[in-house]
């Protein structure tokens, strides 16, 4: 019975561990896709005066919201700049 019970946990931990790790590489890899976007963005909105700043805290937003994140900057950056 413990031996049971062990594994059971022990698999409940790995998926766990698992699903933190692939959601720790997806905002990691949105984080990327995200600045990329913003130095595209400000490259091509330049004439308009819009540019968002390239920092930790922009590739945070849009690594954790996404394309949401991306457009709210932006939309932020309208509205106060």
């Known amino acids: ?17 698992t ?17 990329a976007g913003i130095i595209g963005a400000n490259m091509a909105l330049s004439g308009l005066g819009l540019a968002v700043g390239v920092n930790l805290i922009t590739a945070m937003v849009i690594g954790i919201l996404g394309i949401p994140g991306f457009l709210m900057l932006y939309l932020a950056q309208l509205l106060v700049g």
């Open 19 to 35: 699903w933190q790790f692939k959601w720790l590489l997806k905002v990691g890899r949105n984080m990327i896709l995200g600045v």
């Open 1 to 17: 019975m413990w031996i049971i019970l062990g594994s059971c946990v022990g698999f409940v931990g790995f998926l766990l561990y």
